[in-house]
């Protein structure tokens, strides 16, 4: 790749980052396999939590956000969550 890193990140809130989309909003979607969530980063790095274990997440690993439809489709292990955004 040969790339220039334009920033990083590391929040306590995210453990074992998996699954990253960037949506065609700009929204950066990542999944935490160890922290069992969902989160959104801002342009300044700020992280909030979107969904987690409370919303029956479990070792997440893809993200995929459609602004079509307004839904976020999550895979972990053998399942695929569905969740509406607001």
Not at 2 to 23: F, I, Q, W
Not at 51 to 56: I, V
Request: proline fraction near 3%; charged fraction near 15%; hydrophobic fraction near 35%.
């Amino acid at each position: 790749m040969g790339g220039t890193v334009l920033s990083s990140l590391e929040d306590p809130a995210l453990c074992g980052p998996t699954g990253v989309h960037l949506s065609e909003t700009g929204q950066l979607l990542v999944c935490g396999w160890g922290s069992h969530n969902l989160v959104q980063v801002d342009g300044k790095g700020g992280v909030v939590t979107l969904a987690s274990r409370d919303d029956a997440l479990l070792q997440p690993d893809s993200v995929y956000y459609s602004a079509r439809t307004g839904r976020v489709i999550v895979g972990q292990n053998s399942d695929i969550l569905v969740f509406h955004s607001k």
